[in-house]
């Protein structure tokens, strides 16, 4: 059934992964406004489509001045760290994602203590996402990688490994510098 969804959406793209037909009535779509916009409008029905960035969830769990980070184990970053991190599903709170997130790629459970940093990601153009990540406080399960993470360490904010999202180590850089001054 994935391959049938995959089949069915790729239909309505074209080869730079934009919309290109109406999911109202199946006519073409127009960039509407000038060739960079953002949207595209139905030559048939008028209907407008978007293309806006997905959400994305990260929690940063710290002891001392190490981070935990884990090792991504597919996909084009295969091999390099993160911060656990994933998608806000439908209908789903934004701290739950974060929480279910965490305990799915590393077996932990945490309390939520507030907002460290929201960032624009632009590193994969095709896939754009706004990313929030959260400080968590473990209080239960435990450390063991999962989903789509194959190994999980804590490593010193000043020096962590090749990671594979620039704006987690801009994250990371903030964290070294106020835990340093």
């Known amino acids: 059934m994935q391959s049938h969804k995959v089949l069915i959406y790729r239909s309505f793209v074209n080869d730079a992964d934009e919309p290109r037909f109406c999911v ?12 960079d916009a953002s949207h595209w409008q139905c030559g048939a029905c008028g209907r407008r489509t978007f293309r806006n960035p997905a959400v994305g969830v990260a929690v ?5 001045a190490t981070i935990l980070l884990g090792r991504r184990s597919r996909g084009p970053y295969v091999g390099k760290w993160c911060v656990p991190c994933g998608y806000v599903e ?29 960032h624009s990601n632009f590193h994969d153009r095709n896939k754009q996402t706004v990313g929030v990540w959260f400080r968590g406080r473990i209080i239960g ?21 090749a990671l594979a999202f620039p704006t987690d180590a801009v994250v990371i850089a903030s964290l070294s510098v106020s835990t340093d001054g």
Do not use: S, Y
């Open 24 to 35: 109202a009535c199946g006519g073409e779509l127009q960039r509407a406004g000038a060739p």
């Open 60 to 64: 940063v769990v710290l002891d001392g």
């Open 90 to 118: 439908w209908d789903e709170d934004i701290r739950d994602a974060a929480r279910r997130e965490l305990a799915e790629e590393t077996g932990l459970e945490v309390e939520l203590e507030g907002v460290v940093a929201v």
């Open 141 to 161: 399960g435990a450390l063991q990688p999962g989903d789509d993470i194959d190994q999980l360490g804590f490593f010193p904010l000043m020096h962590p490994p």
